[in-house]
C-alpha cells in the first residue's frame, strides 16, 4: 500500500510505543500484522509523561495531619481573623458576654427555572399563581426535615391550602405565599403582607388571641395546643407526617432557645436564671400527640433530646455540682445510646438507603452535645474523640451535609485543618444539592461554625461549652434555627 509522509512521520500507537518505523499502511500498518499484534490505527492519542519523567507537572505532597489535642507544636501559624473576632475572643476569655452580632451574610444562588404544576387554582391572580408555582418547585425545599424527603411535607401542605373554602385554609395558602415571596425576593412589603394576612385567618380560624403570635416560639407552642384539641383519632398518613414535622420543629427550635441571648418570655419557654432556661410544653400536651408522631428511633432520639435541652445546667449553677445532676446526664446519655439506628422507622422524611445513617450521626451528634454541655468537656477527651471518628466516617460515606445541625455540631470537632477542608468539601455538596432552596440555615451554620474555628485558631478558652455555643448562637443576626 502507498504511504504518505504525514504517515511516515505519525505512524500508528502500536509502533509509536514500540518506537519502531510504521509502514503506515491502511486501515492497519503491515508490521503490526506480520508480529500478529492489534494496530491502533492513526487517530489522535493522549501521552501521559511517565510517574518520574521531566515532562510532568511539579506537585507537592499534601502534609499527613493526625488529630491531636496539642497544636503548638506545629511552629507559628496564620489566622485570618477580623477586629470583630479578636474582640468575641477578649470577651470570651475574661468571662464576659459578647453584645455585639455579626451578621451571617448568606451567599445569593441562581434560581432555577420553576416546573409547571399540574393545576392551577382559579381563584388567584397572576403574582399569587407565580408565587404558588415557585412554592412547589423550589421554595418548598426549605421546609428541611429530619431526614432528606420534603415532598410528602409539600404535597400534605398544598392540599390543606386547597382543601375547602375556610379560614384555617386560606391561613395555610397566604402562608405558602408569604414563604415563597420572602423565599424568593427576600424580606420585602409583599411577604409581610401575606404573612399579616396569614396571621389573621389563623386568628379566625383558631380562635386564640395572643401576643405570642407575633414570636416563633408562640407558633409552634400554639400549634401543639391545636393539634390536643382536633387531631383525628386515626393515624392518617397527613396527620404523621404534621405531627413528626412539628415536632422536629419544636426540639431544633429548642436548642436555638436555650442558646439565644435574646431569652424570650413567650409562649413558656423561658425560664428565670435560677430555672432551667428550656421549658417543655404541659406533659398532657405532648404525650397527646406522642401516640400520632412517626414511630422510630428518629423521633426517640428527638425526644431524648428535648430532656437533655429541659436538664442541662450552666456550671455556674448550684445543681451542676451535684451528684444528683450527673446522674441524670449519665442516664440520659445510657439511654440516647441504647438507641438503635438500624431499627424499622416510619419517618417519611429519611430515604430507605441513608435513612439509618443520618439517624445514627444525629445520635452521635447529641452524645457529643451532651458530653460537651453535661459535663462541660471543654477540651478533648478519648469518648469525644471515638464520637467524633465514626460521625466522619458516616459523613464520608455520605459524601454531604446538608443537615444544619448536625453541621455545627460535627463542624465544631474538626480541629486540624485537614478535618476541616473535609468539612467545607461535605458543606459544598451540600451546597449543591439544596442550591434550589437557598437555605438559609445551612449558611447560618456554616457561618457559626467558622467563627469557633477562628477563636479555637486564637486560643480562646471559654468558661464552660454553654457560654461557647451562647455565643456562637449570638453571631448571627436573626434567630437561627438549625433545621
Not at 501559624?77 to 448568606?106: C, P, Q, T, Y
Not at 432557645?257 to 435560677?274: E, M
Not at 442541662?312 to 440516647?336: C, G, M, N, V
Amino acid at each position: 500500500m502507498a504511504r504518505t509522509t504525514l504517515d511516515k512521520q505519525k505512524g500508528c500507537g502500536v509502533c509509536a510505543k514500540r518506537k519502531v518505523l510504521c509502514d503506515g499502511a491502511r486501515p492497519a500498518c503491515e508490521r503490526c500484522i506480520r508480529a500478529n499484534r492489534r494496530c491502533d490505527g492513526y487517530a489522535l492519542r493522549l501521552s501521559w509523561p511517565a510517574q518520574k519523567g521531566s515532562r510532568r507537572a511539579v506537585v507537592v505532597a499534601l502534609p499527613h495531619y493526625e488529630r491531636a489535642a496539642g497544636r503548638d507544636s506545629a511552629g507559628p501559624r496564620f489566622v485570618n481573623v477580623s477586629s470583630w473576632d479578636v474582640k468575641a475572643h477578649e470577651a470570651l476569655a475574661s468571662g464576659r458576654e459578647v453584645r455585639e452580632r455579626r451578621k451571617a451574610i448568606a451567599r445569593p444562588n441562581k434560581l432555577p427555572c420553576p416546573r409547571a404544576m399540574r393545576w392551577i387554582p382559579h381563584d388567584l391572580n397572576v403574582s399569587e399563581k407565580g408565587l404558588l408555582l415557585y412554592f412547589e418547585s423550589v421554595a418548598s425545599a426549605a421546609l428541611l426535615t429530619f431526614g432528606e424527603d420534603y415532598t410528602a411535607l409539600r404535597n400534605t401542605i398544598i392540599c390543606m391550602a386547597f382543601s375547602r373554602p375556610s379560614a384555617a385554609a386560606t391561613a395555610v395558602l397566604r402562608s405558602i405565599l408569604a414563604l415563597s415571596s420572602l423565599h424568593r425576593h427576600g424580606y420585602q412589603p409583599q411577604a409581610v403582607r401575606y404573612r399579616g394576612a396569614a396571621l389573621r385567618a389563623m386568628r379566625e380560624s383558631t380562635g386564640i388571641v395572643t401576643s405570642s403570635y407575633t414570636l416563633w416560639g408562640g407558633h409552634l407552642c400554639n400549634a401543639h395546643v391545636l393539634l390536643t384539641q382536633h387531631i383525628t383519632r386515626c393515624r392518617e398518613s397527613d396527620t404523621v407526617v404534621l405531627v413528626g414535622w412539628l415536632h422536629y420543629q419544636y426540639v431544633l427550635g429548642s436548642l436555638t432557645l436555650l442558646h439565644w441571648p435574646d431569652r424570650f418570655s413567650d409562649g413558656g419557654q423561658c425560664w428565670s436564671s435560677g430555672k432551667p432556661r428550656v421549658q417543655p410544653m404541659p406533659a398532657e400536651q405532648y404525650e397527646a400527640i406522642k401516640s400520632y408522631r412517626p414511630v422510630g428511633p428518629a423521633h426517640e432520639l428527638l425526644s431524648l433530646f428535648l430532656k437533655v435541652l429541659c436538664t442541662l445546667r450552666d456550671p455556674s449553677h448550684p445543681d451542676f455540682r451535684t451528684a444528683q445532676y450527673h446522674d441524670k446526664i449519665d442516664s440520659l446519655e445510657q439511654q440516647i445510646r441504647d438507641v438503635d439506628p438500624q431499627g424499622p422507622d416510619e419517618e417519611l422524611f429519611l430515604s430507605a438507603a441513608n435513612g439509618p445513617k443520618v439517624t445514627e450521626l444525629y445520635q452521635l451528634a447529641l452524645l457529643i452535645y451532651l458530653e460537651r454541655c453535661g459535663h462541660n468537656a471543654i477540651g478533648e477527651t478519648a469518648k469525644i474523640a471515638a464520637l467524633v471518628q465514626r460521625a466522619f466516617r458516616l459523613l464520608d460515606e455520605l459524601r454531604t451535609c446538608n443537615w444544619p445541625f448536625l453541621l455545627l455540631i460535627l463542624g465544631c470537632e474538626a480541629r486540624s485543618d485537614a478535618e476541616r477542608l473535609k468539612m467545607l468539601d461535605l458543606v459544598a455538596a451540600a451546597e449543591v444539592q439544596v442550591k434550589e432552596r437557598r437555605s438559609l440555615n445551612l449558611d447560618y451554620a456554616k457561618n457559626m461554625v467558622k467563627f469557633f474555628w477562628i477563636q479555637d485558631d486564637l486560643g480562646t478558652r471559654p468558661q464552660s461549652y454553654m457560654a461557647m455555643m451562647d455565643t456562637v448562637f449570638g453571631t448571627v443576626g436573626t434567630f437561627p434555627t438549625l433545621l
